[in-house]
């Protein structure tokens, strides 16, 4: 990068000079110069959270999660070489280990962000030993189902309900291996909160966590979100 490029306040990704603005982080710069970074728990309107570190990437040699790194002149960043998708593949492979994510069955299938940053890095199979943790389903509410065994700890569900509808129906219970959301009842049951099927929280999921019922196949497999356009192009080709 050239120190007049600098000095304008841009930084440089996979070689390539990007301008950002006061306050951006390194993948909100990348996102808004429709410049794809793979992330799954950063959402542009609730912002980082850092927790699941796909968006890996290294900053001046050293590796930082692009989602809570801010972006400033100068910076020299990659992103799409063979080692840090490689490492991206890995914790993709660990998170589907880690759950039960049986895409094929999933009515969330090419409308899931897991499974389309899984195509996108080529990831073929689990790889590791998989889990199967015993997670429960919660059907108890009339209008949504709540299947934990998709769960990433993205949190996007507690920002949404508690900045946006004012519930704080969800919360993060259990630490490490434990950690898992917990429903703000007396009962534990979904139909025992705030919970409404037009509040953020209800379709902000970005895996099949948080389901609307009797809506599983409204749009069909083929016709969903992800099914024509890959997540990359999503972000190349204009904003979300
Ligand atoms: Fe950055 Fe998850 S998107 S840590």
Same mark, same amino acid.
């Given at each position: 990068?050239?120190?007049?490029?600098?000095?304008?306040?841009?930084?440089?990704?996979?070689?390539?000079?990007?301008?950002?603005?006061?306050?951006?982080?390194?993948?909100?710069?990348?996102?808004?110069?429709?410049?794809?970074?793979?992330?799954?728990?950063?959402?542009?309107?609730?912002?980082?959270?850092?927790?699941?570190?796909?968006?890996?990437?290294?900053? !001046? +040699?050293?590796?930082?999660?692009?989602?809570?790194? *801010?972006?400033?002149?100068?910076?020299? /960043?990659?992103?799409?070489?063979?080692?840090?998708?490689?490492?991206?593949?890995?914790?993709?492979?660990?998170?589907?280990?880690?759950? !039960?994510?049986?895409?094929?069955?999933?009515?969330?299938?090419?409308?899931?962000?897991?499974?389309?940053?899984?195509?996108?890095?080529?990831?073929?199979? *689990?790889?590791?030993?998989?889990?199967? *943790?015993?997670?429960?389903?919660?059907?108890?509410?009339?209008?949504?189902?709540?299947?934990? !065994?998709?769960?990433?700890?993205?949190?996007?569900?507690?920002?949404?309900?508690?900045?946006?509808?004012?519930?704080?129906?969800?919360?993060?219970?259990?630490?490490?291996?434990?950690?898992?959301?917990?429903?703000?009842?007396?009962?534990?049951?979904? /139909?025992?909160?705030?919970?409404?099927? +037009?509040?953020?929280?209800?379709?902000?999921?970005?895996?099949? /966590?948080?389901?609307?019922?009797?809506?599983?196949?409204?749009?069909?497999?083929?016709?969903?979100?992800?099914?024509?356009?890959? /997540?990359?192009?999503?972000?190349?080709?204009?904003?979300?």
């Amino acid at each position: 990068m050239t120190p007049d490029l600098a000095a304008a306040g841009c930084f440089s990704l996979d070689g390539e000079d990007l301008p950002f603005q006061p306050g951006d982080s390194i993948l909100q710069a990348a996102t808004r110069a429709k410049r794809y970074i793979p992330h799954l728990c950063w959402h542009p309107e609730f912002g980082a959270h850092g927790s699941c570190r796909i968006c890996t990437v290294k900053v !001046n +040699g050293r590796v930082g999660a692009a989602c809570t790194t *801010p972006a400033a002149a100068g910076l020299e /960043v990659q992103s799409h070489t063979a080692e840090l998708d490689k490492q991206r593949k890995t914790l993709l492979q660990m998170l589907f280990v880690e759950g !039960n994510h049986f895409c094929p069955s999933c009515e969330k299938s090419g409308n899931c962000l897991l499974q389309a940053t899984a195509y996108q890095l080529g990831m073929e199979g *689990p790889h590791f030993e998989e889990f199967y *943790p015993d997670r429960p389903v919660d059907a108890s509410h009339m209008d949504l189902l709540l299947d934990f !065994n998709r769960c990433i700890l993205c949190e996007l569900c507690v920002k949404a309900s508690h900045k946006v509808d004012g519930k704080d129906v969800f919360a993060m219970g259990g630490r490490g291996l434990d950690t898992h959301l917990v429903l703000n009842s007396a009962s534990g049951k979904l /139909v025992d909160t705030a919970m409404a099927l +037009g509040d953020r929280a209800a379709d902000i999921c970005p895996v099949g /966590v948080i389901l609307p019922k009797r809506r599983g196949f409204v749009i069909p497999i083929g016709q969903r979100r992800f099914d024509g356009q890959s /997540v990359a192009e999503q972000v190349e080709d204009g904003p979300k």
